[in-house]
């Protein structure tokens, strides 16, 4: 007869294998909030190093599902940073990143439904999404990113989402947990507090001039690099070093027409970002994929402050800023 642990909260139980397998965290974070991770159901959309660490990450944690979405073919180009494709996989295999991901990650827990899904998400109807608790996507233009967004905020349950990027040597994630209670610790104990949060499509629309002084530049140079891709139909991070002089001519436009003087998105950085095109930084995809990890967990178990609603990291200087980037609604 197999052994269980009862959780007292609601009757719900956890196996003997998951608590042994578990007992460390579990330690730190409580049986609860290991709970909430074991019923919790995550969905990736376009691979790549940085979400390689992720998921990692969240199925060491226990989640209790992880669902795979990128139907393009390894080749050699994607194990530059990515630790779940074999050289031979890349050379021979013929299989979908989605594909490949799935068989490594299956070793790393079993007991963790990892599963793929094939197709294109932002041609999926937002009832697909209603299965999910967690919503991760990368690799995709702005314009899917923002559409994905929204049907997450149109479903009756709450759906954590979030975008990631790594350029290089630099890392953007963007949060939203639409509206989240939160604890926030204090020197006298615990403060519940609700935190609302923006879509993306808000967030990327405030209005620079009003935004304060000190907004890290890879915020600025992440927009530039969007708004270029979207005029010229790019798939993210389709760059060459030809590029730069229309990425440099779309800054001064955008910095023109917000307000914003041009040093605060400086040529080192764009040229840096552009002349990196799509390769990832092992290193930050690490740090990012680390990051992205915590935060997950963070709004399943309901352990922890979560971030709102920008994190940026920057090799150059090795530091992780946290941006709050309100609605232009604000102002």
Not at 8 to 35: C, F, N, P, S
Not at 76 to 90: Q, R, V
Not at 223 to 228: C, K, S
Request: proline letters at 3%; one cysteine or more; charged letters at 25%.
């Amino acid at each position: 007869m197999t052994m269980r642990l009862r959780i007292a909260m609601d009757g719900e139980e956890l196996t003997a294998q998951q608590t042994a397998l578990y007992d460390r965290q579990i330690r730190v974070w409580g049986v609860d909030a290991q709970k909430r991770l074991s019923k919790a159901n995550v969905l990736v959309s376009g691979l790549n190093g940085t979400l390689a660490e992720f998921c990692k990450n969240i199925v060491l944690a226990g989640v209790g599902s992880l669902t795979l979405m990128d139907d393009r073919l390894v080749n050699e180009d994607a194990i530059h940073a990515n630790f779940l494709i074999t050289p031979e996989e890349a050379k021979h295999s013929g299989s979908s990143l989605a594909e490949v991901y799935c068989n490594a990650l299956k070793e790393f827990n079993p007991m963790v439904h990892v599963s793929v899904e094939k197709g294109d998400l932002h041609q999926f109807a937002g009832v697909f999404l209603d299965k999910f608790d967690v919503v991760v996507i990368s690799c995709c233009s702005l314009k899917d990113k923002i559409a994905i967004n929204n049907k997450c905020r149109e479903r009756q349950k709450r759906i954590s989402f979030y975008t990631v990027e790594c350029r290089d040597s630099c890392g953007e994630i963007f949060v939203d947990l639409q509206s989240y209670a939160s604890a926030k610790k204090k020197s006298d104990g615990t403060e519940e507090c609700q935190l609302e949060y923006s879509s993306l499509e808000e967030a990327i629309s405030s209005s620079w001039r009003h935004l304060p002084s000190k907004t890290t530049k890879t915020y600025f140079a992440m927009r530039v690099l969007e708004h270029f891709e979207s005029l010229q139909n790019r798939k993210p991070c389709q760059f060459s070093v030809s590029d730069l002089p229309h990425v440099l001519e779309i800054r001064k436009n955008l910095c023109e027409a917000q307000g914003l003087n041009e040093f605060h998105i400086p040529d080192i950085l764009l040229n840096r970002l552009v002349a990196a095109g799509a390769r990832e930084h092992p290193p930050v995809c690490a740090i990012l994929g680390g990051i992205l990890g915590q935060e997950v967990i963070k709004a399943i178990s309901g352990k922890g402050e979560p971030i709102k609603n920008f994190f940026y990291f920057n090799a150059a200087d090795g530091k992780g800023i946290i941006e709050d980037i309100p609605p232009a609604s604000v102002y």
